[in-house]
């Protein structure tokens, strides 16, 4: 089966300070899959995320984008120190030149919705704990409505219910036809994603591909 990748990475190399970390990494995100990014602590793979969202540029290789990509973030303390509601984080996604800004309001009321923290809203983000603030910006991610989504692990901090309720989110975004890409260390994570990519010394293998979307 040929599947479009709206995101791809061709032979990406990239050294912190003088510490190579990706050495050579290929890797496609097909649209409408949710693909599971894993490795150990220090494999590479928020460096590998920020590379294909653009934070950072490889120092050699290439990003192939075809579509926008909404990066979720993994410091859910780094927007704390910023004197705004919850609202207002989400409605940092929707004003995103990606998203339709005649439709922002209704956008960031639906992304929080979707990932039940409505109630939050007016509230301070630095006030709420770190898997409310978690909910808050996968709440963010959604809100930008991009084609390629990536969470650099959105289950951090987040309890049983909260894991499940955004792994089911993944699911329906990728069945909208959004390359979903989630950096987890979570088994059921990993078990409910249709394609995994192991990185480890420094390149990427894709180690399982499911026939079927794996409903969670
Ligand atoms: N800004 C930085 N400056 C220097 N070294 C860094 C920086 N960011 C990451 N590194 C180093 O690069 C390596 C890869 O880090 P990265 O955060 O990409 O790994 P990771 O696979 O996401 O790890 P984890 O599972 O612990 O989140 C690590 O050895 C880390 O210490």
Redesign the pocket.
């Known amino acids: 089966m040929t599947e479009s990748s709206p995101a791809r990475a061709r032979a990406l190399f990239y050294a912190?300070?003088r510490?190579e970390?990706l050495s050579g990494v290929d890797i496609d995100l097909p649209a409408g899959r949710v693909t599971a990014i894993v490795?150990?602590?220090?494999?590479?793979?928020?460096?590998?995320v920020?590379l294909l969202a653009g934070v950072r540029s490889p120092q050699s290789g290439e990003v192939l984008l075809d579509a926008p990509v909404a990066l979720v973030v993994?410091r859910p303390d780094a927007p704390a120190m910023l004197p705004i509601t919850a609202r207002e984080v989400v409605a940092l996604g929707a004003a995103s030149p990606v998203a339709r800004s005649r439709t922002s309001g209704r956008r960031v009321r639906e992304a929080l919705e979707r990932v039940g923290a409505e109630s939050l809203a007016d509230a301070p983000f630095a006030r709420l704990s770190g898997g409310q603030r978690q909910r808050v910006l996968i709440a963010q991610g959604l809100a930008v409505g991009a084609g390629v989504l990536i969470l650099?692990?959105p289950a951090a901090g987040l309890d049983e219910r909260s894991r499940a309720r955004a792994r089911a989110i993944l699911r329906e975004e990728a069945d909208r036809g959004v390359a979903v890409a989630c950096?987890t260390?979570d088994a059921a994570d990993i078990e409910a994603a249709d394609r995994v990519v192991t990185?480890r010394d420094g390149v990427a293998t894709l180690t399982r591909e499911a026939s079927f979307p794996v409903k969670p």
């Open positions: 912190h300070d510490k970390v490795g150990a602590n220090g494999a590479g793979k928020t460096t590998l920020e993994q650099d692990e950096v260390h990185l």
